[in-house]
Every structure is written in structure tokens, then in C-alpha cells.
């Protein structure tokens, strides 16, 4: 509605009468009743970057200060605890010529001092980017053998799985069957392969995934016409039955096309993974960008 015939009919109230010109005429008009009028407005949105001021760089800065001064672990700890701080742990290694440290980008300077330091130490304020960074070496690394803590996070789901696995098979029992393993985990016996997509060769089983181990006791004779012994796979515990092996006619002309395909790319792919590695094995290589970058 134009202006004057929609200030009318929305800010006077109910049963009003009265006559409105507008640029279409003039308008007789008696407010019966009014609904779903509520106030709108319109907001704008000014962007200002916050600079901080110098007053609270002095501040961050006399606090990082005072935090250094803490070279004693359980004092750093006491410290952070009674300023309502917390620390922040960098779950990687730390490498000799890295520039990132965490979420802090341009931490070279404070790379270079961890490498200076030693285990235990406490660094004196850093700026990086916008913040003061004191930190503390918990822990240095020597090449070789890692050490449980280290190789922990590495293996620990790899080792949860298959004790999983062990506990699952333990659960089904010695006379296991499709129908008892489905009742018990309430699963859905499924048929695969029908259509002859498993092969010797194949990585997908459908609706099942990479199997690896599941594929090879299908091709065992010792498994055909009967339910085989659980295999712990990559994502479960699989209970099955071979209903039967076919032999698939071999083309020559085929098999030694395919076979050229994949020596190629199994020397192409040891090619490109192993160059660097040999040569590296063959030269005296002292990296020393680090002292002076």
C-alpha cells in the first residue's frame, strides 16, 4: 500500500473512520480489525577492526613477564591456575626447521629457542602475531625406537580393535552360525558376490568394504559349503559361508595386459616413494637451516 493509505490502516485504532488522499484519489476508510502488525526494524552492521591499546600490550606484556619469572613446573602450573589461564599443549612434534608451531604461524623464533633449550625449560615472553608466548619444553625427542607415550597414540586404536575383535569372537562361541551371530548382534545376514564381483584380486567387497582378510577365506576350499571360523576384519568380525568357487576362463592376450598395467605402476609408484629415501641412505647430509633461519 502507498504511505498515507498504510499509515492509516496501521496506526490508528480499530473502528477508526476517516478520509485519506493519496496520489490515487481519496479513500473512505473504517478500520474493522487488525492482525499481524508488530514492529520491524532495519539494522545496519558497521565492521570496525579493535586494535589493542597500548596500555593493554604493556599489561599482557608485564604478565608474560612475570609468568617466565616461573621456571619451576608445578610454580608455572600454580601460576596459570591462580590467573585463571590456561596452558596449551601442542599434541605434535615439533621439527628443528619448522616455522608453525600449533595455531601460531609465524613462531620461527620461538622454533629456534626450543631447539637452543632443554627439557624443562621456560622460555622469556615471545611475540608472535598478536600475542605473548612463554613457553616450556615438556618433552625432547631423540631419533630412534619411540617410546611407549610417544607410539601410544599411533597404536592405540589398531590395538582396541583387535582386542575387540578377540572379545567378539570369544562372545559368539566354538559352534557359531549365520542365524546365531545374526541374533545375537542383531545384524542382517547379507549375500555377496552373486554377480562375481569378488575375485582373488578384488579390493571391495559391495556392501562391505575393504576386506582383505574376508576375501582370502573365501578363496579357501576349506571354507567352501559351510560356515568358516570368524575372522576379525578392518571394520567388524565377519561369520560366513562359501557357497561356492568358480573358475574363470583366462584370456592370455588379457592377463598380459593387465599384468604390464600393474608392474608399471608398482615400479612407477616404488619409483616415486623410494628415490628420495635412497639417496638420502647414500649421502652425508648435515641440514643446518635452522642456525641461521
Known amino acids: 500500500m502507498v504511505q498515507e493509505f498504510n499509515k492509516f490502516c496501521f496506526e490508528k485504532p480499530v473502528g477508526s ?21 508488530s514492529p520491524a526494524y532495519k539494522i545496519g552492521y558497521l565492521a570496525k577492526e579493535i586494535f589493542a591499546s597500548e596500555e593493554t600490550i604493556n599489561m599482557a606484556s608485564n604478565e608474560a613477564i612475570k609468568l617466565s619469572a616461573e621456571k619451576d613446573p608445578k610454580k608455572f602450573e600454580e601460576y596459570l591456575k591462580n590467573k585463571g589461564q590456561s596452558k596449551i599443549t601442542v599434541p605434535t612434534l615439533v621439527k628443528e626447521n619448522d616455522a608453525q608451531i600449533g595455531q601460531l604461524q609465524d613462531a620461527r623464533q620461538l622454533v629456534r629457542w626450543v631447539f637452543e633449550a632443554k627439557k624443562g625449560d621456560v622460555s622469556d615472553p615471545m611475540p608472535v602475531g598478536d600475542q ?17 607415550a610417544t607410539a601410544r597414540p599411533l597404536a592405540e586404536n589398531s590395538i582396541r580393535e583387535e582386542k575387540k575383535g578377540e572379545q567378539i569372537i570369544k562372545a559368539l562361541g566354538s559352534n557359531v552360525t549365520l542365524e546365531s551371530a545374526s541374533a545375537k548382534y542383531s545384524k542382517e545376514i547379507l549375500t555377496a558376490g552373486e554377480d562375481s564381483s569378488i ?5 571391495i567387497i559391495n556392501s562391505i568394504g575393504n576386506e582383505p582378510k574376508l576375501i582370502g577365506a573365501a578363496f579357501n576350499k576349506a571354507n567352501v559349503n559351510k560356515v568358516a571360523a570368524p575372522i576379525a576384519g578392518k571394520s567388524g568380525v565377519y561369520v560366513f559361508k562359501v557357497n561356492s568357487v568358480g573358475e574363470k576362463v583366462a584370456d592370455p592376450l588379457e592377463d598380459k595386459v593387465q599384468n604390464r598395467v600393474q608392474q608399471t605402476a608398482a615400479l612407477r609408484n616404488s619409483a616415486v616413494s623410494n628415490w628420495f629415501e635412497g639417496l638420502r641412505k647414500k649421502a652425508t647430509i648435515k641440514d643446518n637451516r635452522s642456525k641461521f633461519f
Open 17 to 37: 473512520r476517516g478520509v485519506v488522499k493519496t496520489q490515487f484519489g481519496y479513500h473512505i476508510i473504517e478500520l474493522l480489525s487488525q492482525k499481524g502488525s
Open 132 to 148: 605473548f608466548v612463554v613457553a616450556m619444553v615438556d618433552n625432547i625427542y631423540k631419533e630412534g625406537t619411540q617410546d611407549a
Open 199 to 203: 575375485t582373488f584380486k578384488s579390493q
